[in-house]
T-cell receptor, first 114, second 117 residues
Framework: KQEVTQIPAALSVPEGENLVLNCSFT??????LQWFRQDPGKGLTSLLL?????REQTSGRLNASLDKSSGRSTLYIAASQPGDSATYLC?????????????FGSGTQLTVLP | EAGVAQSPRYKIIEKRQSVAFWCNPI?????LYWYQQILGQGPKLLIQ????????DSQLPKDRFSAERLKGVDSTLKIQPAKLEDSAVYLC???????????????FGEGSWLTVV
């Protein structure tokens, strides 16, 4: 059974800092990995999707990397802003099975202080 | 493009009562998901539909939870009778037909917040 772990559970940084969020998973037979953002009282918004054959994806100030063999992914946020404050969730989609189930980590709650 | 719509947004019920949540996915999306998110945890899949057929309901507590997707469009999730531990956000999501590359993209609604007292 796939297990996804995110460390740290919470992070507080001053505005302008570069930061890294970590995600690890136990079963490397994945189809893809996604990073989501969740604002309080809202649903999830997809930020980046990395296919299992890819090493990284970039969107603006965000860069996500994937090391499938070691079961790790990182989300790098450059020049953080108060508007980046949210919970960031990592999710892996299984490669096997008709449902290709998506398994989520518990998230990292990020606070960027002005 | 309209997003995934859910209702009600908030519901407070007493234990042993019943509750139903409704979801309208993005038009044309074949796959529909219901997730349960307990405070401080990541979402957990309850049930996944492909059109109006169930693809995965392995984590659905079938003694009290039921879901249907009539005509392959809207879906309803019901809890009867509710327990205190069912207090959570129930997220509906949809994606284009699985198997297509676009099927990787999943869109979430804002959730239905349930408090059982």
């Amino acid at each position: 059974k796939q297990e996804v772990t995110q460390i740290p559970a919470a992070l507080s940084v001053p505005e302008g800092e570069n930061l890294v969020l970590n995600c690890s998973f136990t079963d490397s037979a994945i189809y893809n990995l996604q990073w989501f953002r969740q604002d309080p009282g809202k649903g999830l918004t997809s930020l980046l999707l990395i296919q299992s054959s890819q090493r990284e994806q970039t969107s603006g100030r965000l860069n996500a990397s994937l090391d499938k063999s070691s079961g790790r992914s990182t989300l790098y946020i450059a020049a953080s802003q108060p508007g980046d404050s949210a919970t960031y969730l990592c999710a892996v989609r299984q490669a096997m099975g008709s449902a290709r189930q998506l398994t989520f980590g518990s998230g990292t709650q990020l606070t960027v202080l002005p | 493009e309209a997003g995934v719509a859910q209702s009600p947004r908030y519901k407070i019920i007493e234990k042993r009562q019943s509750v139903a949540f409704w979801c309208n996915p993005i038009s044309g999306h074949a796959t529909l998901y219901w997730y349960q998110q307990i405070l401080g945890q990541g979402p957990k899949l309850l049930i996944q539909f492909q059109n109006n057929g169930v693809v995965d309901d392995s984590q659905l507590p079938k003694d009290r939870f039921s879901a249907e997707r009539l005509k392959g469009v809207d879906s309803t999730l019901k809890i009867q009778p509710a327990k205190l531990e069912d207090s959570a956000v129930y997220l509906c999501a949809s994606s284009p037909r699985q198997g297509l590359s676009s099927g990787n993209t999943i869109y979430f609604g804002e959730g239905s917040w349930l408090t059982v007292v």
